[in-house]
């Protein structure tokens, strides 16, 4: 049975699988022998009238054929009409077939005058070799109901013939000889019958393996479509997916990926007109989250974003990127949209209202400030890691300064909105320019839009409300008041839509809100849906239930007529493969059970070798051809079993690796063991039939008057050595079964030849001597009656012709079944192969995703069997270096005309910088370096977020010389950076350079966003970062003076800047680090 617990359903329902599995491939062995037992009733029959032998002299024979042929019949009808009836009752059925068969057999060895000891015995090795082979039967009951047949037909016959008046000279030889045949049919019977059940086991365990391959094959593609698209656009993402496959495909040839590099990055961008950008940013909230925990600032950020994307979707708008505080958006992505700046405007008033809501309710002083603007974009993604969809044009630096140039609560649009609003909102002067320079500059005239609802609401309950609110609150810190509060939207976690949807209704949403809008009347906890435990039960259930069904389906789609059916992978008769390239690896595949067929085969020969021993007249003659065949067998089987030798002999044959070699050999080269397979098959079938060439002709068969006593001639002439020579041919035949997986066609083959041949000596060659030993037998009657009174069964040449055509065709038909069975394993197991490196390839490419959104020791914690999906992500780290290096000059570079594509190509040669930069994160040297987003042409990286828990407080020493090494590489990094950037300047004819800040200290790590996850840092040292590169100068690496400390010990040297003023934090002393932009470009260069 298939191991239990191996694949995701229980062992019950593989129990039930499998036997369902068993009952299709037992119903087809049961059919065929069904199918060849009715074809030999009606042989016979025919061939018995044809004969023109009388029914009157055979009644027995007659009565016996018709009601076998009858009940056959009829079980073959009730099994054909209905498969249900067969699974009921299958055992019983074939208990039936088997009684059947051993009725028939013992009212053949007992009807007539004349009965041997040799009677139907083929007969009777037909029906245990099928017991085994072809009903379905365990292994215990075959064994029992083959050792009844068996031991009941050497009992019967030694009853009868020592009973006898005149009982057979050699009776004991002749009962052992029976035996041997026998015990031969049991053995290669059973043999077969385990292999079969293995190769069955293994067939079912595959297409079970196959299906649930195929269904996670599903799952893997639909959950990176659900990843890609969480990140980027649907019409970006799928062709980037393409890329990203094709580049896995690339990078298993280094050389290949090598020559790839050489030539210009992919980019992923197009332009878009008549869009609507906003920009927005949460006033006062710098002030608020230092004074949070890690929790609840991922918690408020999670919540607050999570509420905006929320108002996005209600109003069209597609959220772009989330910076520190900061939200942008556009309206009329991918698909342009005729309201797109009144859905940006209802979405800024939508975001100051709900941040109104928070501020009353919890007391928190924080606002909305939004800037709208409209115009044309270049939106895609740029860069090789961590890709962000992203908007760049002049249109959405406008906007940006829109925001920054507004007032708080306010949204704050340009005249280019206004005109596409349509009066659809009132409004009033903005006076941007008086706040933001960039707006004076440009000659922007700006404006206030009227929130309608300002009108509605009552200034009096206003009060009333935030009175009330903030009183019962005001023991709590702020930023608690702002998490418990903001933990009531119940925004979902990031990733959350990676796993199953259907959690709290068949829609797969909870019912959190109502018409889009928050239901404020059911508390928080209430709508959390079901414990993770009982989700992940309940979809590993679902997962089951599919696996199940699909299975049953596969099971139900089999039937014994397929492999007759024309099919696109089989040819229906010769069952080759339609693929040659198939075909080929089919003939080709390791075959480590070879040397078991080899030595089933040898036992065989053992057998017939005893059997002939003991009818033999003189078995010294028998010395020669069975020595010689002895010799060939034995060194084959040494060929076969040489790696186990040295097992037995290990000091003499320690030194023979080649023993080990050649038996490997055997079953891993086809034109090793084929070889191999014909010589002991050719061995079998000759030696079987090769000492009755050599049988002398007794004269006296000549002279009817000393036929006086037939037994005593029989006996002293040794005559009843010719059916047992038969009999030796039948094992002979079975033989040529027992390699299974050896190419079918020279099994026919030898099939074919071997039974022609003995026809030839049965019916040609040695025709005298089996009619001379029907005249022994039947001495009263001529060569033209002898039949008559024999009948078919009993006649030695006629009997001998009858049993090698069953067994021909028996082993035929079983040969071509087993063949089928053997290539749809090879099939399945092939395919399996195939839909695994598929899923091997899917895995990669949804890691590789994921760690393109999240660095890699985070992203472990959103995939795999131990994904935290249910949970948001945070962290607080004592000491990260915060790198940002800009290319101010890029900003002049930019510019929108018709040569450069309105923007395009000069983004082209932005994607070229960002992804030199990006190929650096690659070298081992920089692997502690993540990079965290690009902004613009600006590109944020930090170090030492790899960290693993605990060991920011475990042996203070080394982790202090640890976090100094990180803010050394980040320095190199730099350094790096600004060769790689000189680089491009050589080969585009530019010159730009790059701004560096650094800083580093505490900062607090964590993934927000549901509908598009982003793993960000926030903290001072981030903002001190950052400051650091805007109030830096070209080509130098600004650093503060806690930095400067750290890198002077580190054998950097600095120079002092001086005092500097920073905003929001007044006045610091910087320093820069001293490069040598020669080593620097080396750096790149190498």
């Given amino acids: ?240 997916k393409l890329a990203i496959i094709e580049r896995l495909k690339e990078s298993k040839d280094a050389q290949q990926r090598l020559v790839k590099d050489n030539n210009f990055h992919s980019l992923y961008v197009k332009r878009h007109e008549n869009v609507s950008i906003l920009y927005a940013d949460i006033v006062g909230f710098t002030r608020l989250a230092s004074d949070c925990s890690p929790k609840e600032l991922v918690i408020m950020l999670n919540e607050l974003f999570g509420k905006f994307d929320q108002i996005a979707k209600e109003n069209e708008c597609m959220r772009i990127k989330i910076l520190g505080d900061c939200y942008y958006c556009v309206s009329g992505l991918p698909v342009s949209l005729p309201r797109h700046a009144r859905n940006c405007v209802k979405m800024g008033l939508d975001m100051c209202e709900a941040i109104k809501q928070v501020r009353e309710a919890t007391g928190v002083d924080i606002n909305m400030r939004v800037g709208v603007h409209s115009g044309n974009v270049l939106c895609g993604v740029i860069g090789l890691r961590k890709w962000q969809f992203d908007v760049w044009s002049h249109d959405v630096t406008l906007a940006n300064h829109m925001e920054s140039g507004g007032l708080p609560g306010r949204v704050h649009i340009t005249e280019a909105t206004l005109k596409h609003l349509n009066k659809a909102y009132e409004v009033e002067e903005g006076n941007g320019h008086l706040r933001d ?90 709508l959390v849906c079901p414990r993770t435990t009982d989700r992940n039960r309940s979809q590993k259930s679902k997962f089951d239930e599919e696996l199940y069904n699909k299975m049953v389906m596969t099971i139900d789609g089999l039937s014994s007529s397929k492999q007759w059916i024309k099919s696109e992978e089989m040819f229906s008769f010769t069952l080759w493969f339609t693929k040659k390239e198939l075909e080929k690896q089919y003939r080709a595949i390791d075959l480590p059970g070879f040397k078991y067929y080899i030595g089933c085969a040898s036992f065989i020969f053992l057998c017939i070798f005893v059997v002939q021993m003991c009818v033999a007249k003189q078995p010294q003659d028998l010395g020669v051809s069975f020595g010689v065949s002895t010799c060939i067998l034995l060194l084959t089987l ?75 001639f029989e006996a002293s002439h040794g005559l009843f050595f010719m059916p047992y020579v038969v009999y030796c041919c039948l094992l002979g035949i079975v033989a040529c079964g027992v390699f299974l997986r050896v190419s079918v066609e020279l099994k026919l083959i030898f099939l074919v030849l071997a039974s022609i041949g003995y026809y030839i000596i ?211 990094f730099a350094i790096a950076l600004v060769g790689k950037l000189d680089g491009i300047n050589r080969h585009s004819f530019n010159s730009f350079r790059l701004r560096v800040g650094i800083n580093y200290g505490p900062v607090i790590a964590g993934v927000i966003g549901a509908r598009k996850p982003q793993y960000d840092i926030w903290g001072n040292t981030v903002n001190v970062s950052s400051r650091m590169e805007s109030t830096g100068e070209l080509g130098k690496i600004q650093v503060t003076e806690e930095t400067s400390n750290v890198l002077q010990k580190l054998g950097y040297s600095c120079e002092c800047r001086g005092m500097i003023k920073v905003k929001g934090k007044g006045e610091l002393r910087t320093f820069f680090v001293c490069t040598d932009m020669s080593k620097s470009q080396g750096i790149a260069l190498s």
């Fill in 1 to 240: 049975m298939p191991a239990k617990g191996k694949y995701m359903l229980n062992g019950q329902e593989q129990v039930g699988l499998y036997k369902q599995y068993c009952y299709i491939r037992q119903y087809q062995l049961l059919v065929l022998l069904l199918g060849i037992s009715i074809l030999s009733c009606v042989v016979l029959l025919v061939l018995f009238f044809a004969l023109q032998l009388n029914a009157l002299e055979h009644p027995a024979f007659v009565g016996v054929v018709s009601c076998g042929l009858a009940l056959l019949g009829a079980v073959f009808a009730m099994v054909c009409c209905t498969e249900t009836l067969f699974q009921r009752w299958m055992r019983l059925l074939a208990v039936a077939v088997w009684a059947c068969l051993l009725i028939m057999g013992f009212v053949f060895t007992l009807s007539g005058s004349v009965t041997r000891a040799w009677d139907q015995v083929p007969f009777f090795l037909f029906t245990i070799f099928t017991v085994y082979t072809m009903m379905p039967f365990q292994m215990r009951d075959a064994v029992i109901l083959s050792l009844v047949t068996s031991v009941s037909h050497i009992v019967v016959l030694s009853i009868v013939l020592t009973t006898s008046s005149k009982p057979p000279t050699f009776l004991t030889y002749q009962l052992v000889s029976n035996g041997v045949i026998f015990l031969c049919g049991n053995v290669v019977g059973a043999f077969h019958k385990v292999l079969m059940a293995r190769a069955l086991r293994q067939t079912f365990l595959d297409t079970l393996s196959c299906l649930e391959i195929r269904m996670k094959l599903e799952i893997e593609k639909r959950q990176q479509e659900n990843l890609l698209q969480s990140v980027l656009p649907v019409y970006i993402s799928m062709e980037m």
């Fill in 437 to 526: 320079p960039y707006l004076k500059e440009q000659n922007i005239n700006t404006y206030l839009v009227i929130d309608p609802r300002s009108k509605e609401s009552s200034v009096s309950s206003q009060r009333k409300t935030k009175q009330c609110r903030h009183n019962d609150g005001l023991k709590m810190r702020a930023s608690v008041r702002m998490t418990r509060y903001l933990e009531s939207w119940g925004a979902a976690k990031p990733f959350a839509h990676l796993q199953s949807r259907e959690l709290c209704t068949p829609t797969g949403n909870c019912d959190l809100h109502a018409n889009g809008k928050l239901r404020k009347d059911i508390p928080l906890r209430s």
């Fill in 638 to 712: 040494c060929v076969c079993f040489a790696g186990h030798l040295p097992r037995f002999f290990p000091e003499r044959l320690a030194s023979c690796q080649w023993l080990s070699t050649v038996s490997e050999a055997v079953g891993k080269k086809p034109f090793v063991r084929l070889p191999l397979a014909v010589a002991s098959t050719a061995v079998i079938l000759i030696i079987a039939v090769i000492n009755l060439c050599f049988f002398p002709f007794p004269e006296l068969c000549n002279n009817t008057a000393a036929l006086t006593n037939a037994t005593e």
């Fill in 762 to 972: 049965i019916l040609q060659t040695h025709s005298n001597l089996f009619e001379c030993y029907g005249s022994v037998l039947y001495p009263n009657g001529t060569s033209d009656t002898i039949l008559e009174q024999s009948g078919l069964m009993k006649h030695p040449k006629v009997m001998s012709c009858v049993y090698i055509s069953l067994f021909l065709i028996t082993m035929v038909f079983l040969t071509q079944q087993t063949e089928y069975y053997c290539r749809q394993d090879f099939l399945l197991k092939n395919k399996n192969r195939q839909e695994q490196d598929k899923i091997e390839t899917m895995e990669n490419l949804n890691r590789l995703l994921l760690e393109n959104v999240l660095p890699a020791h985070v992203a472990s914690l959103f995939v795999g069997e131990n994904k935290k999906n249910e949970d948001l992500y945070y962290k607080s780290y004592d000491c990260v270096c915060v790198m940002f290096a800009s290319v101010p000059d890029f900003k002049e570079f930019y510019t929108e005309c018709d040569i450069n594509k309105e923007g395009l190509e000069c983004l082209r040669l932005l994607n070229e910088i960002i992804a030199d930069f990006d190929e650096l994160l690659s070298k081992p040297k920089f692997s502690g370096v993540e990079k965290i987003k690009t902004i613009g042409s600006t590109y944020m990286a930090a170090a030492g977020l790899s960290v693993t828990a605990g060991q920011d407080n475990n042996q203070p020493a080394q982790d202090r010389e640890r976090q100094h090494t990180q803010i050394g590489n980040m320095v190199e």
